[in-house]
RNA sequence: GGACGUUUAGCUCAGCUGGUAGAGCAUUCGCUUGACGUGCGAAGGGUCAGCGGUUCGAGUCCGUUAACGUCCACCA
């Protein structure tokens, strides 16, 4: 045990040292007992192309939070981390690297391009752990998982089977969202919409019998070229009589049918819709319904293909443009107007994704959905705050299928395979030795991969073993908590839902507590395009990791976004070293062999003061958390240590600790066992700082980290001498702002004349008003009272006159008891019409009719006393 | 078009099941008080967005309006 503590805190040498020792130690591990209950969180796996930013920071500070508390509290916890091999993500970055080197996947082959995948993971996938343990994160990194490693591509294989053979997993033409930039399909959710200025433009096709013409209006003139219908309302008077008519496709001169559907709005441009069945979702359902060819007119990558003519070949923008040029030319094209409409992109590069007919594998989602919105709706599982309730059920009611088979290489391969021989597929776990329905040896499997969320779905249980039957498994399924932002609602949390419901039977946590996102100073959303980012790296080496989780949670409420500046850290950052500080004055004052913290057998008048707050501030906290109330847990051990712990008790502490040279054993014994249970309740916010501090007070045990939690014991309760103590601390804080609102130097003692029903309270206290008040001494008098040339402080306790000679204005000194009177007296004006109200009396409960009795009388004793001091 | 959120001190935000408003930062004044100037003491500053309702009592519940923000849908 050291005897001193550094003149001031070093987090960046603490923080790796402390961290290398938890770690080495062990402590990260779940303890397996099998007495206690089980406590689990899994962490959502980051990117492996990513580095650590804020949005990682947030979310995974409150799962250490409530790691660290659980853990403390007893249980047997077990935070599992890992990564997430991010499909299009990770495959976007090595394309880009190989381009650089002048190659592409083509020419590498897949076997070849998955060598380099693979090394691109050992590289750079260990970069974001690495990261991670600088934030103290207490996660069991001997289970660390990967959503791409052997286990769980054994569970993705096995999920894929089970749902194909329920029927809930098939491959089928649809219309699908395609990035002609990644080269691949994306689901729904993985599209980002925004609005964008555009043009509408106005076309006329002229009927096939020559009897006129149809006007129509499009955002996108170049899918014409796909057109195999014009639809029109059939109720629409204007155009009933061309339905079953043909009309001339402009250009093209291919004749299609005028079909009449009731999707088209009547009312919307000019009731005329061309349709495109293999490039528009909405015109791909009336073409089913009306049996029309689907005619794709585009390539893979967003250019023109065989079937658009003469702009074969052309990228789709400048396809529009030319065909627009053409239709001008030759009289197609009524007007242009401007209108904004909402496109799609990519939400990994932001291409503008084009919507596509094509060959996909799907899930049925409703049967899926179903029981996944029922676990939330009965509570079993629920969210904090609840009100994402909403947005769930809403997305969840009304789910279209998922596409989940991706162009791409990198991710789990599609476990399906084709027999050339008879055409049959076979679906299996594990490479099939023959076909599953002629026996032949002529198998290819799927080139497509599966979308990276469909592994990440499986993730609370795929990590503990599943399909094995393995004793994490059964110990730690399902999990806890389960901790994110809320931006990633529908790709991970509700995909996990109703995963686990189908797959294991129960929902996969207990509880979703949603962090908000971390903005700039400016309240703007950090990106990579705005380079607003704040670097946690970057905070954490300036401030130390503890001041950037505390900048994170304090005064947070679940779900809501936080802003982020360095004033803020730089805030907490004085926290840590007011703490610091504090310890290092207690263990100033302590002995080499100090036993270790302890309750004294009778507390003094303001130990009880502090001890009864701290027992009430555990009970606070320990509810709070229950309540995932973090960032409000966190206030109060803040308030408590600086007002309460700082300011005033520590202040106390020093008369005593100096008493006559012979320092008080109580008040240190105090000191010692109010700090310790402190460090343990913030232990679980701050790490670092506290278990340094910890390490240099006596103790027992070997880590704070493994320090049983705090409870709220009723024996430690103290009301006469909180209350006590109280009276003499409102004197205190009274004298005090009248000698600062006169400029009393601080060197011009003055003795206090002190009236109160207690005398013996204030001669008791006399070193206290020596040391805080500017008192030279205490000298209790009875009534009546009376001295020139002095100031007269009143509280609902008690009456202090200090002579101050020629520092008094009699005058305004009137004038000040007079306004201060008159402010009491509102008070009991107020307060007696309350309490003179017969229904306020009636329905109030007892505790605030009790509350307003007190407020009357401390307002009324106040009162005499102030017309004492002005009736002299 | 639908849903949700926000609107509280100059700024950033707390405020649980309703009982006459709090913090940090900023501002002003004072301070080598033997842990800390990354500090100490004191002070100023709010008709809790507007309107209406429920209630003995509303920042807190209900309705409505406005501004800002987010998500979902996507009438070509």
Known sequence: MPKELAKQYEPAEAEERLYQWWSDSGFFRPSGDATKPPYTVMMPPPNITGQLHMGHAFPYTMQDILI????????????????????????????????????????????????????????????????????????????????????????????????????????????????????????????????????????????????????????????????????????????KAFIGKEVVLPVVGRRIPVVADTYVEMDFGTGVVKITPAHDPNDFEVGLRHGLPVLNVMTDDGRMNENAGQYAGLDRYECRKQLVAELDKLGFLAKTEPMKHNVGSCYRCGTVVEPRVSLQWFVRMQPLAEPAIAAVRSGETRMVPERFTKTYFHWMENIKDWCISRQLWWGHRIPVWYCADCGEMTVARETPAGCAHCGGQNLAQDPDSLDTWFSSALWPFSTLGWPDATADLARYYPTSTLVTAYDILFFWVARMLFSGLEHTGQTPFSTVLFSGIVRDAQGRKMSKSLGNGIDPLEVIAQYGADALRFSLITGNSPGNDVRLSDEKVAASRNFANKLWNASRFIRMNLGEDEPAPHLPAQPEREDGWILSRLNRLTGEVTENLEKFELGIALQKIYDFLWDDFCDWYIELSKTRLQRGGQPSETARAVLVYTLERTLRLLHPFMPFVTEEIWQALPHTGVSLMLAPWPVFDPALEYPDEEKETEILLAAIRAVRSRRAEMNVPPGRKAKLHVESATPELFTAGEEFFRRLAGASAVEPVAGGFELDGAVTVVTADCRITIPLGELVDLEAEQARLRKELEGAEKQIASVQAKLGNASFLAKAPESVVAAQRETLRRAEEKAALLRISLAQ
């Open 68 to 239: 660290r508390w659980r853990r403390m509290q007893g249980y047997d916890t077990l935070w599992l981390p890992g990564t997430d091999h991010a499909a299009i993500a990770t495959e976007a970055k090595i394309v880009e690297a190989m381009a650089l080197e002048g190659i592409t996947k083509d020419d590498l082959g897949r076997e070849r391009f998955l060598e380099r995948a693979w090394q691109w993971n050992e590289k750079y996938g260990g970069r974001i752990t690495e990261q991670l343990r600088k934030l103290g994160f207490s996660c069991d990194w001997e289970r660390q998982r990967f959503t791409m490693d052997a286990g769980c591509n054994k569970a993705v294989n096995e999920v894929f089977c089970r749902l194909f053979e329920k029927g809930l997993i098939y491959r089928g033409e649809r219309i699908i969202n395609w990035c002609p930039h990644c080269l691949t399909s994306i689901s729904d959710a993985e599209v980002d919409y925004e609005e964008k200025d555009g043009h509408f433009w106005h076309l006329r096709y002229p009927l096939a019998d020559g009897s006129g013409s149809l006007l129509l209006a499009t955002t996108r003139p170049e899918t014409l070229l796909g057109d195999t219908a014009v639809a029109v309302h059939p109720e629409d008077e204007r155009y």
